[in-house]
């Protein structure tokens, strides 16, 4: 599916409970004070961490205001689930699931990952975890070294990540995913669509990635999609750039262009 303009009610409480997708109000006022907002930015006490908000980390795209109450919403969370969060770097929904009772696993190379990478370290993550009263767990690495064991996780969330990757290790790193979750854990995603790329375009590869086929994703291993209407998902035989295109003006189109493909899929198989 299409990330759509009109948002549920409850996605708006989301945003301005956690102060997604771009810090707080608080937060948010004292950037128009230059040296206010320069100290804010500086400072590690904790304080003022908590003020700023946990989504005040990390740069994000304006299509997250749909994407992050989605991703949470999505599919049902209760306390003690463990759940990890692809390429989390140091944005705020790690922590958003880590206060609501789930136990969290960021995995993230950051820059030393093959596409496009972030700054994250396991003292940036500390000192978050001790600001916000949170315990996530940072794997520094790519999904494959992590240390997860097979079977052991409830959700894996990767919020605008796949099409940052080298197509070629696409495909690798969803098999893992299928790996890790418990039988009928799901895999919730959203995945950018670009307007400038393929098939929109002949161009192929812009500064932020691909174009990533979503059937890509679902047949790279035994996944079943319970959230996903081929219609609205780049590579299946259903999907129309011409039915795309007429109905853009109720979609969530980002500044850069971009459109958002929402999906969740279900592990099947052991």
């Given amino acids: 599916m299409f990330a759509r303009r009109s948002m549920p009610k409850e996605f708006e409480r989301f945003n301005q409970k956690w102060g997604a997708p771009d810090g707080s109000r608080f937060y948010k006022g004292l950037q128009r004070l230059p040296k206010v907002g320069h100290a804010l930015r500086e400072t590690t006490l904790k304080s003022v961490l908590r003020y700023r908000g946990c989504f005040s980390f990390q740069p994000n795209s304006d299509t997250r205001t749909f994407e992050y109450p989605w991703c949470f919403y999505a599919t049902e969370l209760r306390a003690g689930m463990r759940a990890v969060d692809l390429g989390g770097s140091l944005a705020g929904f790690q922590f958003v699931l880590s206060k609501s009772g789930l136990e969290v696993i960021n995995v993230d190379p950051g820059m030393d990952s093959h596409g496009r990478g ?14 916000f009263g949170t315990n996530v767990r940072l794997e520094n690495c790519f999904l494959s070294e992590a240390h997860i064991e097979p079977a052991s996780v409830d959700r894996v969330f990767s919020i605008s990540v796949v099409e940052h990757i080298p197509e070629e290790e696409i495909k690798q790193l969803i ?3 299928w790996e890790i979750l418990k039988p009928e ?30 059937t890509t994703l679902v047949h790279a291993a035994p996944f079943q999609i319970i959230v996903g209407r081929p219609a609205e998902l780049y590579g299946f035989p259903e999907f129309s750039v011409d039915s795309c295109m007429r109905q853009v003006d109720q979609l969530v189109l980002g500044r850069y262009p971009v459109l958002v493909q929402c999906i969740v899929l279900r592990k099947v198989g052991y």
């Fill in 118 to 131: 972030w700054p994250v370290d396991e003292g940036a993550i500390r000192l978050l975890n001790s600001a």
């Fill in 185 to 214: 854990g799901l895999f919730v995603a959203t995945v950018d669509l670009f307007l400038n790329l393929r098939p929109f375009s002949s161009r192929e590869v812009n500064e932020f990635g691909t174009n990533v086929p979503i």
């Fill in 175 to 177: 098999r893992k995913v």
